[in-house]
């Protein structure tokens, strides 16, 4: 539009914002680093519109949130002022929302069930309730007996006097101390791997370990008989998940078929890709096919995440774990994950593998970045477990054989024989699930029949326990069972004595 088709009356002003605009456009240009927005804006403009637009939208937003005021209600039609009668009255009469829900049956019978031990903990205990009986601990996992070892006892006295009972800090702010390092090194070199990395606990490891690696949209293909910890993880990572059957080597191939020609239909970017299992899988004592999922992931192109926290200390010559047991490289695996607390007699968890995959989680694994790091005494304890482990193979012979004499003592209660229990456990597992092969009708009823077989138990001298499970907060509920721990602290006679107890209390509970 020509000077000449504007409207005489507009022409002033046009004038002065023209003016106006020229005059602000002078001013805005004379601040420091104005070149630097208006580049921003045009390249955001230029690549991003819809961006652009939001950013806008964003500013006025914010502009609206700082002119408003602070308060709402007072002032506006319809606001009705209370008296302080009035508010003292509404005050008194408002109930606050419990801060736990109410226990319901299952928990009231679990709670009471927990026994209290007196003294230190090991393979022979005293209970607060019987103190003058000693009996068989077969409830807490030490595998190898390393809860009650001496050297064990002196390495972590000797460190608490020197660093202090705690780490005062996270393992890249102050909480890093040479016997951190040093237990890393061994724990590397006793594994066969180039790097570790350890951890405050053992839960937060892998649920930890998993989304520092995968992220939204990579893929990851996990067991359904995982543990708790592991479905937390995946959860958090956000990832695209597919499950398969527990165990089933032939649908996890179907399963990662199925992902790969997904893939291939869809195109677009290459996407990480994990296998996440356990080595003895921590709800119903069952070992991982190990060579043959090392044979898929090589065939479809994945990284394994391998969970060892039962496994390792209990399986292989020298408690190396699954992979030790089946002679796998642990090369082979990108993520092997393990816990200090079942193995080493001590707490918290870790991860070896490559050094890339260990210096990696230290900058981007929110358990290892946000937690204080692990107290030095639990990491010399931990080396100087993994020493005992490496020069005496005499204790997982020992542990091997215990297992072998508890198992016999209930093998005849077994489907080929009476029926009574399933064991899907591994023969050379440690820890032992006995499932009811013809249960109540109720998860509640078949719970409560279960205490009764550990009453029974410990009134025969052996302490054992239930499988305790998260109603409601699992992905996959997994049906209740007793869980037995055995060690080679043990005798062939105590463990016969244990193995035959824990029959005779499931033929009278059950045996109706």
Not at 155 to 180: K, L, N, Q
Not at 302 to 318: K, V
Not at 424 to 443: D, N, R
């Amino acid at each position: 539009m020509s000077q000449a088709e504007i409207p005489p009356p507009l022409i002033p002003l046009l004038s002065h914002l023209s003016a106006a605009f020229v005059s602000l456009s002078s001013a805005f240009h004379r601040i420091p680093g104005s070149p630097i927005v208006v580049r921003y804006i045009q390249s955001s403009y230029q690549n991003d519109p819809w961006r652009s637009l939001l950013e806008v939208l964003l500013v006025a937003f914010a502009l609206r949130t700082l002119l408003k005021g602070r308060t709402r209600g007072e002032g506006e039609k319809g606001f009705v002022k209370l008296s302080e009668k009035e508010v003292d009255e509404l005050v008194d009469e408002w109930t606050p929302a419990p801060l736990v829900a109410p226990l319901n049956d299952l928990d009231a019978l679990t709670l009471p069930s927990v026994p209290t031990i007196l003294g230190a903990n090991g393979a022979r205990v005293k209970l607060a309730s019987a103190p003058s009986k000693t009996v068989l601990n077969l409830a807490v996992p030490d595998w190898t007996g390393m809860i009650e070892n001496d050297k064990l006892k002196e390495a972590g006295i000797a460190t608490m006097r020197e660093y202090g009972v705690g780490s005062c800090g996270p393992m890249g702010f102050y909480g890093f101390f040479d016997v951190h390092a040093k237990f890393e090194k061994d724990l590397a070199n006793f594994l066969g791997t180039e790097s570790s990395i350890i951890y405050s606990q053992a839960f937060a490891t892998v649920s930890s370990v998993i989304p520092a690696f995968a992220k939204r949209g990579d893929i990851i293909v996990a067991d359904r008989g995982v543990n708790f910890a592991i479905h937390k993880g995946i959860q958090i990572s956000r990832s695209t998940v597919r499950w398969y059957a527990h165990g089933d080597m032939k649908d996890l191939e179907r399963v990662l078929g199925s992902v790969d020609r997904e893939l291939k239909r869809k195109g677009g970017k290459l996407t990480r890709r994990f296998i996440v299992t356990e080595g003895v899988f921590e709800n119903d004592g069952m070992l991982v096919d190990l060579p043959k999922i090392i044979e898929l992931k090589k065939k479809f192109k994945y990284r394994l995440m391998l969970d060892e926290s039962q496994s390792f200390g209990m399986l292989g010559a020298h408690g190396r774990g699954a992979t030790e047991f089946f002679g796998v490289d642990p090369v082979e695996i990108e993520m092997l994950v393990g816990s200090m607390a079942q193995a080493l007699g001590a707490a918290g968890g870790f991860v070896a593998g490559s050094d890339f995959v260990a210096q990696h989680q230290r900058i981007n694994s929110a358990a290892s970045v946000f937690s204080a790091a692990l107290p030095p005494l639990h990491s010399a304890v931990s080396s100087a477990a993994v020493a005992v482990l490496a020069a005496q193979p005499n204790l997982l012979t020992a542990l091997q054989a215990n297992i072998l004499v508890f198992r016999q003592q209930l093998a005849r209660l077994e489907p080929d024989a009476d029926g009574l229990i399933q064991i899907p456990s591994h023969p050379a597992s440690a820890l032992i699930h006995i499932f009811l092969v013809h249960p109540p009708g109720s998860l509640e009823a078949e719970e409560r029949l279960l205490q009764d077989v550990v009453d029974e138990a410990l009134k025969e001298g052996v302490l054992i326990t239930r499988a305790r499970r998260l109603r409601g907060q699992e992905t996959f509920e997994t049906e209740p069972s007793l869980k037995i721990h055995i060690s080679a602290s043990f005798t062939r006679k105590e463990m016969e004595k244990a193995g035959a107890a824990v029959r005779h209390a499931l033929v009278k509970v059950c045996g109706k």
